[in-house]
């Protein structure tokens, strides 16, 4: 459980080496892991630079998660025993991690363009309301779902529609709900679209060599 007044922030990471499946035809396996480290470490990173965020924990199965998650300074969270799939495994983690008083952030970690200023905006904003929903880019994803005071409710996280689900879940649960867009927050990294939007930045173009074919 969060213990203070601060922010828990969970981020998932599955495998950091095989992943991103969907970026097969336009990535190489090597590079693939290399965006994976690259985005998450975007994310921890830009968490330890927000003030309100007081715990970051990685949420993995993965020993080579766990292990990378130990050597960038944060927590990790073991899942639980069984195949429970990324919506099971949040839930569980956010049930660990709730009580009366908490504050609940679930970051994605694919989110190269992660910033403290983004994040502190957003939660900024979610100080103020039980369930805080920021959009992916395309308007229908879910990249960062904050829960305040305790507030619980199914997750529909790696669904192509998850944001109209989770506004549905957060109706039938009775918790008011507000919709807070981001531009840094909500670039994650799928599509090739998604790596020339990237390959625009000066930073992730010294950092990923391969962002020059797009």
């Known amino acids: 459980m969060t213990g203070g007044s601060g922010w828990t922030v969970l981020v998932p990471l599955r495998d950091l080496g095989g992943g991103k499946t969907r970026l097969s035809e336009w990535l190489s396996p090597s590079e693939r892991r290399e965006i994976t480290r690259y985005a998450m470490a975007s994310v921890v990173a830009a968490c330890k630079q927000t003030k309100a965020v007081e715990r970051i924990v990685v949420v993995t199965g993965s020993v080579e998660a766990s292990k990378w998650a130990a050597d960038a300074g944060v927590v990790a969270w073991p899942e639980p025993a069984g195949r429970l799939g990324l919506i099971g495994v949040m839930e569980a983690a956010v049930a660990a991690h709730s009580n009366t008083q908490s504050r609940i952030a679930l970051l994605m970690g694919d989110l ?10 957003c939660l900024r904003h979610a100080d103020a309301c039980p369930v805080t929903l920021v959009p992916s880019r395309s308007g229908a994803g879910t990249n960062m779902l904050a829960f305040t005071g305790g507030a619980q409710m199914p997750l ?34 799928d599509e090739a679209d998604d790596l020339r939007l990237l390959a625009r930045v000066p930073a992730a173009r010294r950092s990923l060599a391969f962002l020059a074919r797009f």
Do not use: M, Y
């Open 112 to 121: 190269p363009l992660a910033s403290n200023a983004a994040i502190s905006r």
């Open 156 to 189: 529909a996280l790696g669904a192509p529609d998850s944001l109209a689900q989770h506004r549905r879940a957060a109706r039938e649960a009775g918790l008011r709900f507000q919709t807070v867009a981001s531009a840094p927050l909500a670039l994650d990294v």
